[in-house]
């Protein structure tokens, strides 16, 4: 069984900071791409940001750049999304997705989400004073 679980959402206050674990499980994370996507009430599922399966590439949407940060650690088989100076407009359901494709992690992420095999059930993430 392969299966994906985002954990680490919560409420938080603006400026605050989260950290998203993606952790996986019935297989290792080493050989795939990670992506993380996130959908708002009533708007479309973005982007977010990527990493490729070396951890070498990594790509973020412009909304984010210079707040949230990904890494991932293959002892611990899970993908992390570190976010800093959260924002009321972060507010969203944040999904992991990975797949063995390189071409996952692409700048534009959004156009080329479905090409993601695992996706995870979502974790909320609120910003709210």
């Known amino acids: 069984q392969l299966q994906l679980v985002e954990s680490g959402g919560g409420l938080v206050q603006p400026g605050g900071s989260l950290r998203l674990s993606c952790a996986a499980s019935?297989?290792?994370?080493?050989?795939?791409?990670i992506g993380w996507f996130r959908q708002a009430p009533g708007k479309e599922r973005e982007g977010v940001s990527c990493i490729d399966s070396s951890g070498g590439t990594l790509h973020f949407a412009d909304s984010v750049k210079g707040r949230f940060t990904i890494s991932r650690d293959n002892a611990k088989n899970a993908v992390y999304l570190q976010m800093t100076s959260l924002k009321p407009e972060d507010t969203a359901v944040y999904y992991c997705?990975?797949?063995?494709?390189?071409?996952?992690?692409?700048?534009?992420?959004?156009?080329?989400?479905?090409?993601?095999?695992?996706w995870g059930q979502g974790t909320q993430v609120t910003v709210s004073s």
């Open positions: 997705a990975a797949d063995r494709s390189p071409l996952v992690c692409h700048p534009a992420l959004a156009t080329i989400q479905y090409k993601y095999d695992y």
């Open positions: 019935g297989f290792t994370l080493d050989y795939y791409n």
